[in-house]
Each structure stands twice: as C-alpha cells, then as structure tokens.
C-alpha cells in the first residue's frame, strides 16, 4: 500500500524557516517525480515544486523560488521542502504527493504550516 | 502562466440527480506528443485531494463510473450521472500541459 506521511510544520515567526519532511512507502520511491502542493486555510491548491527521480530536476514556482528548496533522499525514501523567509502568505496544509506522469495519483495527509507572530 | 476556471463555484444538487463542473483553460491544453493533460480531484471535507480522471478522460481505478470527463483543447468537463452523498467535498481540475500546474478554484458540491 502506499503511505505519504509529512512532517514538520508548526508555527514559525515571520522570516524564519522550517523544514518538511514526506516519508513514502510501499512503491518505489526512486522510480517516481515528487511534489508538494500546498492549501491555505479556506482556500484551493497551489503546487509548489517538483522533483525528478534522481533529483536532477527540479521547479519551483515563482512565488517560493529563491525561498524554497525541494529535496530528496532516495536512499530514506523521504521527500524535503526547506523553506525559509516564510511569510504569513505560506500558511497552509502541505501535501507531498507521487507524480508519475504530472498526474498526482497519491497524495499525504499533509501537514499545517503558520507563519505568525 | 496558465489560468483555469471553473463553474459553477458552488453546485447544489439533489440526491440521485445528475451533475456537472465545467473547466476552462486559459491556453491549449493539447502537449507536443499529442496528450491533454488535465485532471480532476475530488477533496472531501477534511480529507487530501484524490485524484478522478487524468487525461481528460481517463477514469482511476476504483473511482465509480458514475463519474466522467470530456472536453478537449481550452474546454473540459466533469460529469455526475446520478449523485449520492458520500460526492459531496470540493471538485478541482487541474492542468500540468504548462510549467507551472495550475489548479481551478474548486467547485464545491453539496446535497440540497
């Protein structure tokens, strides 16, 4: 069966940083894209970044580009968003999901990230 | 960058009855091999996205065939044939033909 399971977030002040984390299991990670769209309270989704197999590849969209940073670790099957300058518009859930072909098929339950003071 | 925009943006609809969510891209959704690569998710309350349909049309398995999708080029469209409750959450089409993805806003589905 495959499992998506993020951590990380919480409360963060405005301008710091705080790094995800998406555990995947029951396919092979390394064979798969990744990404991390993310929900702000009340509202839609938006993706966030992309990820190639080998990392070799990655997008981010330009309102975290220079902010963010996606990763992974194909060796701990796990998926990373760093993100720093948070601003209080980077409140939202966060998912990581399993992109086989720009189609998201799995998705986390995600997890909630605000930016206050 | 590409916009999508769906309607209606609230959709109230009675049991067993049909139901429809249009979809419109801002540019052609058509990719250099040939594909259409546009989604639907279904987002029930408090839970993740799940995807319905990739390519336009193609159902996911496990997802029951009441649900469908058509459209080609900048028009799509997400149909119902008879809803029930366990259908209510918030519908989204989604793009990924373009960098970047883009989402519609959500048609939220509810039961009259």
């Known amino acids: 069966e495959v499992q998506l399971v993020e951590s990380g977030g919480g409360l963060v002040q405005p301008g710091g940083s705080l790094r995800l984390s998406c555990a995947a299991s029951?396919?092979?990670?390394?064979?798969?894209?990744m990404i991390w769209v993310r929900q702000a309270p009340g509202k839609g989704l938006e993706w966030v970044a992309s990820?190639?197999?080998?990392?070799?590849?990655?997008y981010h969209v330009d309102s975290v580009k220079g902010r963010f940073t996606i990763s992974r670790d194909n060796a701990r099957n796990s998926l990373y968003l760093q993100m720093n300058s948070l601003r209080a518009e980077d409140t939202a859930v966060y998912y990581c999901?399993?992109?086989?072909?720009?189609?998201?098929?799995?998705w986390g339950q995600g997890t909630l990230v605000t930016v206050s003071s | 960058d590409v916009v999508m925009t769906q309607s209606p943006l609230s959709l109230p609809v009675t049991l067993g009855q049909p139901a429809s969510i249009s979809c419109r891209s801002s540019?052609?959704?058509?990719?250099?091999?040939?594909?259409?690569?546009l989604n639907w998710f279904q987002q029930r309350p408090g839970q993740s996205p799940r995807r319905l349909i990739y390519k336009v049309s193609n159902r996911v398995s496990g997802v029951p065939d009441r649900f469908s999708g058509s459209g080609s080029g900048t028009d799509f469209t997400l149909k119902i044939s008879r809803v029930e409750a366990e259908d209510v959450g918030v519908y989204y089409c989604m793009q990924s033909t373009h960098w970047p993805p883009a989402f519609g806003q959500g048609t939220k589905l509810e039961i009259k």
């Open positions: 990820i190639k197999q080998d990392g070799s590849e990655k």
């Open positions: 540019q052609s959704l058509v990719y250099g091999d040939g594909n259409t690569y």
């Open positions: 999901a399993r992109d086989p072909t720009w189609s998201p098929d799995y």
């Open positions: 029951g396919f092979t990670f390394s064979s798969y894209w």
